[in-house]
């Protein structure tokens, strides 16, 4: 290939960046060129990581920023022009599943065990919150960012979907939902982008080990819990993801030279899981 991946002078700005992956993803994106706006309810883990990118020689800053607060949104716009100019590429990073969404149980039955929180007990206030974080998270952010966008040569989003958007799991029927929502609108954005230069397309993870995560997936004594069993029993690569193997799916996805034609796709990432039929 005689084209290289060259983030110089582009301002990245990521939601939910004090996680593990996006906050991964930020320092790639930095030791790549970039300006990166690492945004995040909790500024202290997104500073963690600001301190590694400068460390390293890289331009970031860290914002609190809530992704449902249209007027805190509009705040941190302003503040990232100022420090690092107009945004160029957008990563919708801010999500998650909350256990007040969560059934304790994968089927139901007439006769499961006293306590047990079935689909009839579900909160609604927790489902709402978890819809609300993955998709008014994904959408508002987008209201407010895409405006500088909006003509910049090379200007892309990228959100992030998931596995279960194209296969619901167990026991969590809000993210599943709401995940399945940012597939749609991804591809509804990529549309009503189109006239104006900005290309929309999302990565979906498989399994990955972050620290939302690492509690269902492993015991005390780190040894699989039987729902990682599950998973890893239907990964045909037969392991969960590296935050670093997100990194060429999703610079690929970000780059004008390599995806300019490349728009409204969800690309899984996932070791095959969502090609294997379990049999």
């Not at 790549?32 to 963690?48: I, P, T």
């Not at 080990?209 to 269902?216: D, H, K, P, S």
């Not at 045909?236 to 490349?262: C, H, I, K, W």
């Amino acid at each position: 290939m005689t084209k290289t991946i060259d983030f110089k002078d582009k301002t990245v700005v990521i939601t939910g960046a004090g996680g593990v992956l996006c906050g991964f993803l930020a320092k790639e994106f930095a030791k790549a060129g970039a300006r990166v706006a690492l945004l995040d309810l909790n500024e202290e883990a997104a500073q963690k990581f600001v301190d590694e990118i400068v460390a390293e020689g890289g331009v970031a800053k860290a914002y609190k920023t809530n992704v449902l607060d249209q007027a805190n949104l509009e705040e941190v716009r302003e503040a990232v022009l100022n420090d690092l100019g107009p945004t160029d590429i957008l990563i919708n990073g801010a999500g998650g599943n909350n256990p007040k969404a969560t059934t304790d149980n994968e089927f139901h039955e007439t006769d499961l065990p006293e306590g047990t929180k079935s689909f009839f007990e579900l909160d609604k206030a927790g489902i709402e919150f978890v819809f609300n974080l993955n998709y008014l998270g994904t959408l508002l952010p987008t209201q407010v960012f895409a405006k500088d966008m909006v003509g910049r040569k090379g200007a892309n989003i990228i959100n992030i979907s998931s596995m279960n958007a194209f296969t619901p799991l167990t026991k969590i029927p809000a993210y599943s939902g709401a995940k399945a929502a940012i597939s749609n609108f991804t591809q509804w954005l990529a549309v009503h982008f189109s006239h104006v230069g900005i290309r929309c397309n999302a990565i979906a993870p498989g399994f990955l080990v972050t620290n939302q995560n690492r509690g269902l997936l492993f015991n005390e004594d780190g040894t699989p819990t039987a729902r990682a069993n599950k998973i890893l029993t239907n990964t045909p690569m037969g392991r969960f993801g590296e935050a670093e193997e997100l990194v060429g799916g999703t610079f690929f996805l970000a780059d004008e030279n390599l995806a300019s034609f490349v728009n409204g796709v969800v690309l899984p990432i996932d070791g095959g899981f969502a090609a294997y039929s379990g049999v």
